[in-house]
């Protein structure tokens, strides 16, 4: 038998076609004649198909063994990047964390000084300064409405710290089996994950500890 070539199996699918075209179906001689035509056609595919089988086999090992030499040497760039991601998502913690206490200061600070003034407004109440006493109320009222700024975040070009919420377990015996439909037994933490993201750590479930977290994203 001569080499199977292209061009051979270019010669058959061509000749396939032009025969189904032609071929008329009338009675039971043409029946078995398209039968045979059938078997003929599948016995080319099936050598076209052996043709390209070791082909196909060798191009896959080809492949699987580029795919394994790409995930070796782009290995250590991974590592590398996941560390400085992770030095600097701890960083944006630490900022995060000072930014909570400067709030909570100013919080408290406005507390004090609304606390202050209605107490020195009650002085000059019992002192007959009536009209002090009055000034003293609105500037307390001032105090507790009193709006604190934003912390102006620094931007790098390239990057950013996405904050999110996610969940944590700090009694696993405590979880529920369900809430409020999600089944969390055994404990799926993707569901937990879900519950903190939806309600900005506003929820609670025992035995779970919602925080927020960050994220880097380097374009």
């Known amino acids: 038998m001569n080499e199977l070539t292209e061009s051979t199996q270019r010669d058959w699918a061509a000749l396939a076609v032009q025969q189904s075209k032609e071929f008329t179906v009338t009675d039971q001689q043409t029946y078995a ?4 035509l ?19 086999e060798a191009a896959a090992k080809q492949h699987k063994d580029i795919c394994a030499k790409e995930k070796e040497l782009l290995a250590p760039f991974s590592s590398a990047e996941t560390d400085l991601k992770g ?3 701890a960083y ?3 900022k995060m964390e000072e930014e909570r206490i400067q709030r909570e200061e100013a919080e408290h600070f406005k507390r004090e000084e609304a606390e202050r003034l209605m107490k020195l407004a009650e002085e000059a109440e019992k002192e007959g300064m ?4 009055e000034y003293l109320v609105e500037e307390a009222a001032k105090a507790e409405t009193m ?19 996610k969940a944590r377990i700090t009694n696993d015996s405590l979880v529920p089996i ?14 937990l994950d879900k519950f903190a993201k939806a309600s900005k750590g506003n929820m609670a479930i025992p035995g779970v500890e919602f925080y927020e977290d960050v994220q880097m994203r380097i374009r």
Do not use: F
């Open 33 to 36: 004649n398209a039968a045979e």
């Open 38 to 56: 059938c078997k003929d056609i599948k016995g080319r595919i099936n050598q076209i198909t052996d043709y390209w089988k070791p082909l196909k």
């Open 87 to 89: 030095k600097m998502a």
């Open 92 to 94: 944006q913690r630490q």
């Open 130 to 133: 009536s009209e002090h006493a």
């Open 147 to 165: 709006y604190i700024p934003e912390i102006k975040q620094e931007k790098t070009a390239g990057t950013s710290a996405i904050r999110v919420w």
């Open 178 to 191: 369900t809430v409020m439909g999600a089944m969390l037994r055994p404990v799926d933490m993707s569901a």
